[in-house]
């Protein structure tokens, strides 16, 4: 395990090499990947069933190839969600290790990983008439990932399959159904998501709006600054984000940043974001000690994107919340932010205590060194 004094040496000597001379002391950096790795090895070998999954996450978002035996293995793991990030995780390395995994994981025992098993097949060149198969399975969501492929494909014929669950009496399949049709994504299911801002259920409105993140246009606006000013928060959340993608939206979004419920205040700050106003980033500082730690994980999280002043600043202060959720989504985030002013930060976490912060520094590390 790394030295809290070899964490110093790297940002007083070695950090503003990394990534960039062609002369770095390679015994050292050998040594963080070599640690970084066991590190991996062993969240993996873990008897939690959720450290497990960590390890397969991590593993993915290292995109090493070093890794792909792990990756291989988590996909025989017993614990789903293990095998489920793993198959994901392989899709990040390679894309033969993904497909002939996803070919075997077609007859996973766990609905969610065979649906996702088949989206793989799509994504990564399995053959349109090996997803066709998939079209007769007795599972809704196994058939919903093989039209909505088939669909991206240029197959619009298969649309209705995805269309028709919109009305399923099991309220989760209706909302995949929305989730497939924002996979989609065109200018074809568009129509069928904006008619879904007036469905009297509002998780079918939520999720509608989600599905239509970063893909909203200028006639949505005005159903989008009705919704913002509902009752329902998650809602108003939703409808904040789906307005990141227009910069007219921008009056509407800066008086949410007051709004009485974190995560809509949360969400009006990141889609000012996005547009590139530099609005409300008042906000991410305060909700990390917001009283709910759901609202300071989230908020964690999105720092991650959120290119703005005082950000490494607040994930550190993130990184010692007391609740390990706050500090996972933390330190994934100093993943996703990347660059020389993560490096120390991650190496410093190879010896937090907690392992899951380890295991998702560790796989952060890895792929800084590649």
Not at 106 to 121: F, G, K
Not at 286 to 308: C, F, K, W
């Amino acid at each position: 395990m790394m030295s809290r004094l070899l964490s110093i040496l790297l940002v007083l000597f070695i950090l503003p090499q990394v990534g960039f001379a062609k002369s770095r002391p390679e015994t050292i950096f050998k040594k963080i990947r070599g640690a970084s790795l066991a590190v991996l090895q062993d969240a993996y070998h873990s008897e939690r069933a959720f450290l497990r999954a960590a390890a397969a996450r991590a593993a993915g978002e290292s995109q090493d190839l070093d890794l792909l035996p792990l990756l291989n293995k988590a996909t025989e793991d017993v614990y789903p969600t293990a095998r489920l990030f793993a198959l994901q995780g392989l899709q990040k390395i390679s894309s033969a290790d993904a497909l002939k995994a996803a070919r075997r994981m077609t007859e996973d025992t766990d609905i969610w990983v065979r649906s996702a098993a088949v989206e793989v097949l799509c994504d990564e060149g399995g053959a349109t008439d090996e997803l066709k198969v998939f079209l007769k399975s007795y599972d809704v969501p196994v058939r919903m990932a093989a039209s909505s492929g088939l669909v991206r494909r240029g197959e619009e014929k298969y649309l209705a399959d995805v269309l028709d669950p919109l009305t399923h009496p099991i309220p989760d399949r209706r909302y995949q159904a929305i989730g497939y049709l924002g996979k989609i994504g065109t200018e074809v299911v568009l129509p069928h998501l904006l008619k879904l801002f007036d469905h009297e259920e509002p998780e079918m409105v939520f999720y509608s709006l989600k599905a239509v993140e970063g893909k909203t246009t200028s006639d949505m606006l005005p159903r989008l600054m009705e919704l913002i000013r509902g009752d329902n928060a998650s809602i108003r959340q939703a409808a904040a984000l789906a307005m990141a993608s227009l910069n007219e939206a921008t009056p509407e979004l800066i008086p949410l940043c007051a709004d009485k419920d974190g995560m809509v205040k949360l969400s009006a700050a990141l889609a000012l974001n996005r547009i590139g106003s530099d609005s409300c980033q008042i906000v991410f500082e305060e909700l990390l000690s917001h009283s709910d730690y759901s609202v300071r994980s989230a908020t964690a999280r999105v720092l991650g994107e959120s290119n703005i002043p005082d950000r490494v600043n607040l994930l550190k202060t993130a990184l010692r919340d007391e609740h390990s959720r706050v500090r996972t989504a933390a330190v994934r985030a100093v993943g996703m932010m990347g660059g020389p002013k993560a490096f120390p930060i991650l190496v410093d976490l190879l010896e937090d205590p907690l392992d899951v912060v380890r295991t998702y520094a560790a796989g952060n590390l890895i792929h800084l060194l590649r």
